[in-house]
């Protein structure tokens, strides 16, 4: 079942487009991980969401898909009475941000007073690199409702929030999965949640379409490196959540920067050579990988192109 | 009357002391009893050596690509024994967690000498967490006793190894674990089933002696940057420059291709097969 949960947000995700539309969900149930203190994770249909919770209300990272909104809330609900406060989006993608509309439509802002909502309409702020809203501002398909858009933009390498007794600092991972790709640092419950730049359940997806290149993963994986401590060897101390799979830490983020780094360097060999695509393809560059990521055409193909 | 509770109090104890002789007590501290595969468990594999391991292709690339600095990074140099390795090595110590008044056993613990794993083996029937929940390097294990056996099942292993010379076990594995005491000793049965890097389960099997007087020792462990690199690096062999492979087959006059390792390399009548395969000794020149 998981398996179906992966390959639908893999085929959304391919789409490459803010498909903010519907697909079918009727089966599809919200489970809820805790990771640390008030921080949980949600699992449903496209990419994994990140939950904190406090006196101050609640923030999100991702929204999954529209289609999903009413069995998010009731699982928002379960783990808090306050009202939805913040969105983060990590990235532009259909299966991140398809639910941003109805979520930042039951969310309340922090602004106002009693006189704002009467004004202009309430709804969460919705956070975003600023290239996740040019992408969802001028997409020609499925325009996004102006509710859904990240209007709280940040176009410097960062942008910090204190909320809910904690820093948070979202970090923009320049050319990775996207152009406009962050990722967010829980530092009081230590724990990052970090889209689409890393994922446990399959090769990435680089979207060369909007930016995306294989150093600019290497690059972000690093980063998240660099922000984990762990316990003790590469176990438990700051965890990281994943845009697509499960809860990881060091040493999973480790194997997959291994596993970026030795294929990136294999296609850069060939490349230098002279191989074509479809040479470096035929050579199986990854096969000591594929038995565990699967397919890896895709993959190998924008390896090649962003080298 | 009284005669009645106390028959009742004979029988309710008689009762349970059968039963718990159908489980081992396995606590206490365990010595690992090395005798010919010391040099395998004490200082480790040769490099380029995977004879009689189970491993796939993608395996052999895996370990042919394995450069041993890696170990130098300061985010490696803590890595501890993922629990299916544990037994290729050093002394464990074993001990119950039992409900306070009824007794019943909730876990059995386990601590490696090596790196001081600390691994709960579940004894009261719970589930495995779901497949998104966190894979750490000791896994989540259950137990149960079959006879006097204690069979555990471990799911939830992040990626670790078969061997320290680069032979990879996937996250995907799921391990299959008996102890079985004899008396003062006890054997460890490790079973990997890995679809991803094994043609067949892996077994290894180890031999432990109790000790009445070994006390447990700390492993503590600090990071340092021992030689200074750009952020990011992983050493590597490319396919093909690898130049430690050949080292092994050529100290011991090995036919090459079987270290190559393979599920047919771990059977008897490879043996016979092996004999008439060239050695590197006639291969010169
Ligand atoms: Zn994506």
Known sequence: ?307 | MYKLASCIVFLCSALTSASAMAQANLSGIWLANYTEDLADRRPGPALGDYGGLPLNEANLLRARSWNASLLGLPEYQCRVHPSDYANSHNNIRIWEERNPDTLELIAIHTQHFTWQTHRVIWMDGRDHPPPYAEHTSMGFSTGEWVGHQLKIKTTHLKEGWLRRNGVARSDQATVTEYFIRHGDSLNWTVIVNDPVYLEEPFIRNRDYFYSTDTQPVTYPCESVVEIVHEPGYVPHYLMGNNPDLFEFADTYDIPYEATLGGAHTMYPEYRAIARELPRPSEMQD
């Open chain 1, 1 to 307: 079942m998981k398996q179906i949960f992966t390959s639908l947000g893999l085929i959304l995700c391919l789409l490459c487009s803010p498909a903010f539309s519907q697909g079918d969900f009727a089966d599809v149930e919200v489970r809820i991980l805790p990771v640390r203190d008030n921080i949980f994770m949600l699992v449903g249909a496209g990419g994994n969401i990140t939950v904190q919770t406090g006196d101050q209300g609640i923030l999100i990272v991702d929204t999954q898909f529209a289609g999903m909104s009413d069995k998010i809330l009731a699982a928002l609900a379960e783990l808090s009475d306050a009202p939805l406060r913040y969105i983060i989006n990590t990235h532009f993608h259909g299966d991140h941000v398809g639910g941003n509309v109805p979520l930042a439509r039951a969310g309340s802002r922090i602004s106002g007073g009693n006189m704002r909502r009467d004004v202009t309409g309430d709804t969460a702020s919705v956070i975003a690199h600023e290239s996740v809203l040019l992408r969802i501002t001028t997409s020609n398909e499925n325009l996004m409702d102006p509710d859904g858009w990240p209007t709280s933009s940040y176009f410097a390498g960062k942008k910090d929030i204190y909320f809910n007794g904690e820093g948070i600092r979202i970090m923009h991972q320049p050319r990775a999965h996207t152009d406009g790709d962050s990722i967010v640092y829980f530092r009081r419950s230590d724990v990052i949640a970090v889209g689409d730049v890393y994922r446990t359940d399959a090769y990435p997806f680089i979207d060369t379409s909007a930016g995306g290149s294989i150093q600019g993963l290497l690059d972000a994986a690093q980063s998240i490196i660099d922000e984990i401590i762990p316990v003790y060897g590469q176990d438990g101390g700051t965890l990281v959540i994943p845009g697509h799979g499960r809860l990881s830490n060091l040493g999973d983020v480790l194997n997959w920067r291994e596993m970026l780094t030795l294929i990136r360097d294999r296609v850069q060999a060939m490349k230098d050579q002279g191989m074509t695509l479809q040479e470096v393809i035929a050579a199986r560059p990854s096969r000591d990988f594929d038995p565990r990521y699967g397919d890896s055409e895709r993959f190998l193909t924008a390896v090649y192109e962003t080298l």
